[in-house]
């Protein structure tokens, strides 16, 4: 959190032509609002949540390529075998029916 110096905020204001009343006023307005208000380590720890936050969706990212890789690895090796399957039963087929000949 911030450190606040209201006295000098107060003393500025009065230089500033405020009055004492309104000076004091503003300074109350702002203190209810003060500890909503981010801080320059704020926003540095925020900006390494995000630095962090994008290092693992990265690495996420690249497993999930690679998995997806392995994936269709795996289905084109499938699709092959089926392919090689339906090949054979149809040499099958065409020498049952003796259209191929010997």
Same mark, same amino acid.
Request: glycine share 4%.
């Given at each position: 959190?911030?450190?606040? +110096? ?14 004492? #009343?309104?000076? %004091?006023?503003? &300074? %109350? =307005?702002?203190? +209810?609002?003060?500890?909503? @208000?981010? =801080?320059?380590?704020?926003? #540095? ?7 962090? @936050?994008?290092?693992? =969706? ?6 999930? #390529?690679?998995?997806?890789? =392995?994936?269709?690895? %795996?289905? #084109? ?19 049952? @029916? %003796? &259209?191929?000949?010997?």
């Amino acid at each position: 959190m911030a450190v606040k +110096d209201t006295h000098k905020a107060f003393e500025r204001l009065i230089g500033a032509g405020y009055s004492k #009343e309104m000076a %004091e006023v503003l &300074l %109350e =307005t702002l203190d +209810d609002s003060w500890d909503a @208000l981010a =801080t320059k380590s704020d926003i #540095e720890a925020v900006k390494g949540d995000i630095k962090a @936050l994008e290092k693992e =969706t990265k690495a996420d990212l690249r497993s999930l #390529e690679t998995a997806n890789r =392995t994936e269709l690895r %795996e289905l #084109e090796l499938r699709m092959r075998l089926h392919l090689y399957a339906v090949a054979i039963m149809v040499i099958g087929v065409l020498a049952a @029916l %003796e &259209l191929i000949p010997r």
